[in-house]
């Protein structure tokens, strides 16, 4: 039995996916409703699940970083897994629980409470933190899967969420540039700057960002793919431009992570523009770049 906590963006597609594979899960958290309603690019979903008060069974934790500080102690000794982007939560569960890393590649956006738009069933990661695998991780790797996510075990899930957070330093970029100029050279060129300069810092700190199971990615590869620049034709936003849009500062800034160890002024300096943002898309490829790279 799982119950997915936070019936946000993440929160809502992994409860309705489970549920409509029949994998026993109920949902809890602000505004959580029973009637849940996923539209992919490619499908669309209808699900029940229950809305508890209390969580039941294993926990699949999707609130933000910093919510988890606040809810962990409430669930001393049980199961936790921790699906929040940045590298925090999980030392955060493990004062009280035990936890489950999980890493969520794939984007979500509530539009109302139960209704939540997505591209496509997307990647999960999940690993013992700090490091390992078990049956309880396999099990929840194989329910996962029944749930059509494509499913990875990481025997070193701190490399995978490291790895994650170098993704998410783009994905400011995104948020913030105006969507007609994600096409641009522009926003290619402020996507590398920003991921070259992380990537230089993570290596003088000796942290290893990389897939555990060698399927995603390496950070090398992210930077080329990053500047050949490029956008989404459909409106599904990252939880950065969702709490813009909500009139809401990013709980998550994701930049701060690399400022804290190292001089980083281009990442320093897209705090800045996040700080300044009005809202999500208010800057042009051109602004944005100019204030990270003094072009
Ligand atoms: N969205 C994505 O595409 C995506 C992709 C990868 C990773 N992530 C990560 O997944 C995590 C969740 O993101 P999200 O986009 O799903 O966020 P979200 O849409 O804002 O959902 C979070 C939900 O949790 C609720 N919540 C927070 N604290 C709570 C508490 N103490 N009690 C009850 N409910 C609480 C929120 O309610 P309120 O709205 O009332 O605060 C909201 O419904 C973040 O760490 C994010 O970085 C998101």
């Known amino acids: 039995m799982y119950t ?22 109920a949902i809890a958290g602000r505004h959580a409703v ?42 001393k000794g049980r199961t936790v897994v921790t699906f929040q982007n940045g590298v925090r939560a999980e030392a955060a569960a493990a004062r009280w629980c035990e936890v489950i890393g999980g890493v969520w590649r794939m984007t979500c956006t509530l539009v109302e409470p139960g209704r939540v738009l997505y591209t496509k069933r997307g990647r999960v990661i999940v690993g013992r933190y700090p490091e390992g695998v078990d049956p309880e991780v396999e099990a929840l790797a194989a329910d996962l899967r029944r749930a059509g996510f494509d499913v990875g075990v990481s025997p070193r899930i ?55 199971d060698g399927r995603d990615a390496s950070i090398d590869e992210e930077i080329g793919r990053h500047r050949k620049g490029g956008g989404r034709a459909r409106g599904v936003f990252n939880s950065t431009w969702r709490q813009l849009s909500l009139g809401r500062r990013p709980k998550e800034r994701y930049h701060d992570t690399v400022t804290a160890l190292g001089p980083a002024p281009r990442n320093e300096a897209m705090l800045v523009l996040l700080d300044r943002a009005t809202g999500p898309e208010c800057y042009t490829a051109e602004e944005a770049l100019s204030a990270v790279c003094g072009r």
């Open 4 to 25: 997915v906590f936070g019936a946000g963006s993440i929160g809502t597609v992994l409860a309705g996916l489970l549920a409509d594979a029949g994998v026993p899960v």
């Open 34 to 75: 029973e009637r849940l309603r996923l539209e992919g690019d490619d499908e669309t979903v209808e699900a029940k699940v229950p809305v508890v008060a209390e969580p039941l069974g294993t926990i699949l934790l999707c609130v933000h970083g910093p919510d988890v500080f606040d809810l962990c102690p409430l669930w």
């Open 158 to 212: 701190e490399g995978d969420k490291w790895l994650k957070l170098f993704l998410n330093l783009a994905s400011t970029a995104h948020a913030i540039v105006r969507r007609e100029d994600h096409g641009k050279p522009e926003f290619g060129m402020l996507k590398a700057a920003i991921l070259e300069e992380a990537r230089d810092v993570f290596r003088a700190n000796g942290i290893v960002a990389e897939s555990g």
